[in-house]
C-alpha cells in the first residue's frame, strides 16, 4: 500500500533553516505529482509547494525565494528545503502524492504522510 513517511521537522530559531524528507513507497513515485502542504493550529491546510513527475514546480506566495521543493527519483524521496524561516511558518507540514499535478494544485491529493511538526520561535 502507499505510505510516505516525513521527517526533518524540528524547532529552530527564525531565520533558520530545515529540511523535510518524504520517503515514498507502494506506488510509481517518478510517474506522480509530488506536495507539502502545511496546518497551523485554527488555519486551514494550505499548500506550500508541489512538483510534478517533469520537475516542473509551483509554490505557495508565502513561501517563494525561501523555500526549495526537490526529489531524488532514485531514492523515492521528496524534499523540502526550507530557509529563513519565521514564526508564521510554524506550522505541521504534510507531503502528499497525486496521479496529477492539478490535484496537488486542487489540494486533494490521493496520500497524505502522517506529517513533521516545524516550530520557529522569534
Known amino acids: 500500500q502507499v505510505q510516505l513517511v516525513e521527517s526533518g521537522g524540528g524547532s529552530v530559531q527564525a531565520g533558520g533553516s530545515l529540511r523535510l524528507s518524504c520517503l515514498a513507497s507502494?506506488?510509481?513515485?517518478?510517474?506522480?505529482?509530488m506536495g507539502w502542504f502545511r496546518q497551523a493550529p485554527e488555519k486551514e491546510r494550505e499548500g506550500v509547494a508541489g512538483?510534478?513527475?517533469?520537475?516542473?514546480?509551483v509554490y505557495g506566495d508565502s513561501v517563494k525565494g525561501r523555500f526549495t521543493i526537490s526529489k531524488d527519483n532514485a531514492k523515492n524521496t521528496l524534499y523540502l528545503q526550507m530557509n529563513n524561516l519565521q514564526p508564521d511558518d510554524t506550522a505541521m507540514y504534510y507531503c502528499a502524492a497525486g496521479s496529477t499535478m492539478a490535484m496537488i494544485v486542487s489540494r486533494v491529493p490521493e496520500n497524505w504522510g502522517q506529517g513533521t511538526q516545524v516550530t520557529v520561535s522569534s
Open positions: 512538483i510534478d513527475s517533469d520537475g516542473n514546480t
Open positions: 507502494g506506488f510509481t513515485f517518478d510517474a506522480y505529482a
